[in-house]
């Protein structure tokens, strides 16, 4: 937990320097329990004993996604005519966070790919399977 004012407790020092180093364009993949993180490439960060719509939505208090490209939000798809459940919660995070999401399904396979081109991996404890949402960073515009 941050001892600062304004910052979702659910951020540790460890993922608030990652989100202050990324730029413009660079994803974060927060995955699932199940996802192979530590053997995908990128940098890890634990969030042990949270879900990934709970690390979305801090997530994006602090950080906008970007406006510039077709797809801002990648969701693991699991290849069957019923989605998976986790995708309503991911759904009704984006609204609630004001953000002008552009989601875009990916096979697993393609996933994986892509997360390994990740700035880095954020490791929940979901266990929702296909709970694994990448999303691409924005720009921040002077006010």
Same mark, same amino acid.
């Given at each position: ?8 407790? @659910?951020?540790?020092? /460890? ?31 634990? !969030?042990?004993?949270? +879900? ?21 939000? %990648?969701?693991?798809?699991?290849? @069957? @005519? ?6 309503? /919660? ?16 990916? +096979?697993? %396979?393609?996933?994986? @790919?892509? !997360? ?14 296909? !709970? ?8 921040? %515009?002077?006010?």
């Amino acid at each position: 937990m941050s001892m600062l004012k304004g910052i979702p407790p @659910e951020l540790s020092p /460890e993922l608030l320097a990652t989100l202050a180093e990324m730029g413009h364009g660079d994803e974060l993949a927060i995955v699932d329990g199940n996802y192979p993180a530590h053997s995908s490439g990128p940098p890890v960060i634990r !969030a042990d004993g949270l +879900g990934t719509p709970e690390l979305l939505a801090a997530i994006l208090k602090l950080m906008p996604l970007d406006t510039f490209t077709d797809s801002n939000v %990648f969701y693991m798809d699991n290849g @069957e @005519e019923v989605k998976p459940e986790v995708w309503e /919660e991911f759904d009704a995070v984006l609204k609630a966070s004001g953000e002008d999401a552009r989601v875009h399904p990916v +096979g697993r %396979f393609e996933f994986y @790919e892509r !997360a390994q081109g990740a700035y880095a991996i954020v490791a929940s404890s979901e266990t929702k399977l296909y !709970a694994c949402i990448i999303i691409k960073k924005g720009v921040i %515009f002077p006010q």
